[in-house]
T-cell receptor, first 114, second 111 residues
Framework: NAGVTQTPKFRILKIGQSMTLQCAQD?????MYWYRQDPGMGLKLIYY???????DKGEVPNGYNVSRSTTEDFPLRLELAAPSQTSVYFC?????????????FGPGTRLTVL | DQQVKQNSPSLSVQEGRISILNCDYT??????FLWYKKYPAEGPTFLIS?????DKNEDGRFTVFLNKSAKHLSLHIVPSQPGDSAVYFC??????????FGQGTRLTINP
């Protein structure tokens, strides 16, 4: 199994550009998440999804959008990139949110906005 | 409002000795706690967890201790090995809710 995959690994954007970070999982997990990690900080939840067609905001959703049309894919959209969005982005998935349900993370996308 | 805090940004330990990583939390509704390990250029990977009904959970060289009255969690690694050098994140959540992560502690194991 590939687990959770993310593309691209690295990207440099100019201010105001847009892009989509791709995330896919092959574990048939219902829950999927997008986090960002800034230097010296923990992971902050941007958006999450409890199943296809259902998404909700996390702690830091401003400037981002998501969609979940299939169980496997959970893309994250940046519409107008800003320097404050320079970060490492991690996608994760889990079977549920009960005891014993752990999250599996992708390798991350390092985004720089100049 | 940092609900999960790892107050030590870094820790250096000699190979073969015990590594102790600490984590404090403020939300008394947290009932499930996890430790994740992260190598450079990789995503975090799950290491060990503990539910609030226990005070200790062991898995090989890794033991997690939970002190609910002090709202304190610790991860013990014995003996420490060079491959344990990584960033360790503590995470916690209330039942069926989203995880809250600490800032991470960078552990370096010296030969």
């Amino acid at each position: 199994n590939a687990g959770v995959t993310q593309t691209p690994k690295f990207r440099i954007l100019k201010i105001g550009q847009s892009m989509t970070l791709q995330c896919a999982q092959d574990m048939n997990h219902n829950y999927m998440y997008w986090y960002r990690q800034d230097p010296g900080m923990g992971l902050k939840l941007i958006y999450y999804s409890v199943g296809a067609g259902i998404t909700d905001k996390g702690e830091v959703p401003n400037g981002y959008n998501v969609s979940r049309s299939t169980t496997e894919d959970f893309p994250l959209r940046l519409e107008l990139a800003a320097p404050s969005q320079t970060s490492v982005y991690f996608c994760a998935s889990s079977p549920g949110q009960g005891i014993g349900d752990t999250q599996y993370f992708g390798p991350g996308t390092r985004l720089t906005v100049l | 409002d940092q609900q999960v805090k790892q107050n030590s940004p870094s820790l250096s330990v000699q190979e073969g000795r015990i590594s102790i990583l600490n984590c404090d939390y403020t939300n008394s509704m947290f009932d499930y706690f996890l430790w994740y390990k992260k190598y450079p250029a990789e995503g975090p990977t799950f290491l060990i967890s503990i539910s609030s009904i226990k005070d200790k959970n062991e898995d090989g060289r890794f033991t997690v201790f939970l002190n609910k009255s002090a709202k304190h969690l610790s991860l013990h690694i014995v003996p420490s090995q060079p491959g344990d050098s990584a960033v360790y994140f503590c995470a916690a959540r209330p039942l069926a809710q989203k995880l809250v992560f600490g800032q991470g502690t960078r552990l370096t194991i010296n030969p």
